[in-house]
């Protein structure tokens, strides 16, 4: 049951992090896009629950070196819909050797444990990920990044309205509880129907704020010259030799993890669980955090 140790484990390593700040360093925002491409691609490619919790631990570790204000935010609802997920999975996915519990039409394999594990260590290492991502970079220096790139300006606008979404609305909702309670309505006591009741306002105002905000960033479009094709970027990408090495760390551990699984395959969780895990990709997974490291934004650039 190593597994499932891992999986409660992160489940409090999230909470717990989201209390600790040794300090806060400024990276590369480069970098750090290079770095959460990274993080996407090695969680959907990897289904190793080992592997999965190497890249969380090295979450862990940036999350508390670098900036990340919206982890406790996200993280937390994270957690309970990765606990929903989890008893959702156990029951429904009677596949597997191995039973535990068989009571009626209910069937609880190891497998079945395994396998939802591996999928909550996936989700909480995106969500965590991008919690990071969206503390240190702002919207303005993703579509200088982006544009830099040459991806098409529709998916520029695309992902980058998609990426502050969650948080900008997670504020706006914090702030008009904040209103709410100051005017005496019970929001947070009471009985479930009074909440309720209490919070219907908070969803009128999130459907205002939301309506403005769209007129607003559709006017800054056009003013910055959307939709036309002829825009130029004009702010170039300039990184020192410690962030060229930064992102050169990232993409050859991309390049491992892809050679990795060419050769040896993923992890097997049916009919029965396998244990083709890899200890030393384990052990790469740690450089992660050095990487970024050396992106470090000092007073020079």
Same mark, same amino acid.
Request: glycine share 4%.
């Given at each position: 049951?190593?597994?499932?140790?891992?999986?409660?484990?992160?489940?409090?390593?999230?909470?717990?992090?989201?209390?600790?700040?040794?300090?806060?360093?400024?990276?590369?925002?480069?970098?750090?896009?290079?770095?959460?491409?990274?993080?996407?691609?090695?969680?959907?490619?990897?289904?190793?629950?080992?592997?999965?919790?190497?890249?969380?631990?090295?979450?862990?570790?940036?999350?508390?070196?670098?900036?990340?204000?919206?982890?406790?935010?996200?993280?937390?609802?994270?957690?309970?819909?990765?606990?929903?997920?989890?008893?959702?999975?156990?029951?429904?996915?009677?596949?597997?050797?191995?039973?535990?519990?068989?009571?009626?039409?209910?069937?609880?394999?190891?497998?079945?444990?395994?396998?939802?594990? +591996?999928?909550? *260590? #996936?989700?909480?290492? =995106? @969500?965590?990920?991008? !919690?990071?991502?969206?503390? %240190?970079?702002?919207?303005?220096?993703?579509?200088?990044?982006?544009?830099?790139?040459?991806?098409?300006?529709?998916?520029?606008?695309?992902? +980058?309205?998609? *990426? #502050?979404?969650?948080? =900008? @609305?997670?504020?706006? !909702?914090?702030?008009?509880? %904040?209103?709410?309670?100051?005017?005496?309505?019970?929001?947070?006591?009471?009985?479930?129907?009074?909440?309720?009741?209490?919070?219907?306002?908070?969803?009128?105002?999130?459907?205002?704020?939301? @309506?403005?905000?769209?007129?607003?960033?559709?006017?800054?479009?056009?003013?910055?010259?959307?939709?036309?094709?002829?825009?130029?970027?004009?702010?170039?990408?300039?990184?020192?030799?410690?962030?060229?090495?930064?992102?050169?760390?990232?993409?050859?551990?991309?390049?491992?993890?892809?050679?990795?699984?060419?050769?040896?395959?993923?992890?097997?969780?049916?009919?029965?669980?396998?244990?083709?895990?890899?200890?030393?990709?384990?052990?790469?997974?740690?450089?992660?955090?050095?990487?970024?490291?050396?992106?470090?934004?000092?007073?020079?650039?």
């Amino acid at each position: 049951m190593i597994i499932l140790l891992l999986f409660l484990l992160s489940l409090i390593l999230s909470f717990l992090a989201g209390r600790v700040q040794i300090m806060k360093i400024n990276i590369n925002h480069f970098v750090i896009f290079v770095w959460l491409m990274l993080i996407i691609y090695l969680s959907l490619i990897f289904s190793s629950p080992y592997i999965l919790f190497s890249i969380f631990l090295s979450l862990i570790v940036l999350k508390m070196i670098m900036n990340s204000h919206l982890w406790h935010t996200l993280m937390r609802y994270t957690i309970y819909f990765s606990i929903f997920i989890f008893i959702f999975n156990i029951l429904l996915g009677t596949n597997g050797e191995t039973v535990l519990v068989e009571w009626n039409f209910i069937k609880i394999t190891y497998e079945s444990i395994v396998f939802s594990s +591996s999928m909550i *260590l #996936r989700l909480l290492i =995106i @969500m965590g990920a991008f !919690a990071i991502f969206n503390s %240190n970079v702002g919207m303005e220096d993703l579509i200088n990044i982006l544009e830099r790139l040459k991806i098409p300006h529709k998916a520029i606008m695309t992902l +980058s309205i998609s *990426l #502050r979404f969650f948080p =900008i @609305m997670l504020e706006e !909702a914090r702030d008009s509880l %904040n209103a709410l309670k100051l005017k005496g309505l019970p929001v947070s006591t009471g009985s479930l129907k009074d909440r309720i009741n209490a919070r219907y306002p908070a969803m009128a105002t999130l459907l205002n704020i939301s @309506m403005e905000r769209a007129i607003e960033i559709g006017e800054a479009l056009e003013t910055k010259g959307y939709p036309s094709k002829s825009r130029r970027a004009w702010k170039r990408i300039n990184l020192n030799t410690l962030q060229k090495m930064a992102v050169f760390i990232l993409i050859f551990t991309a390049i491992m993890g892809t050679i990795y699984i060419t050769f040896h395959g993923n992890f097997v969780f049916y009919p029965k669980v396998g244990r083709n895990y890899s200890v030393p990709m384990c052990i790469l997974m740690f450089s992660l955090p050095l990487s970024l490291l050396l992106g470090r934004v000092s007073i020079y650039d």
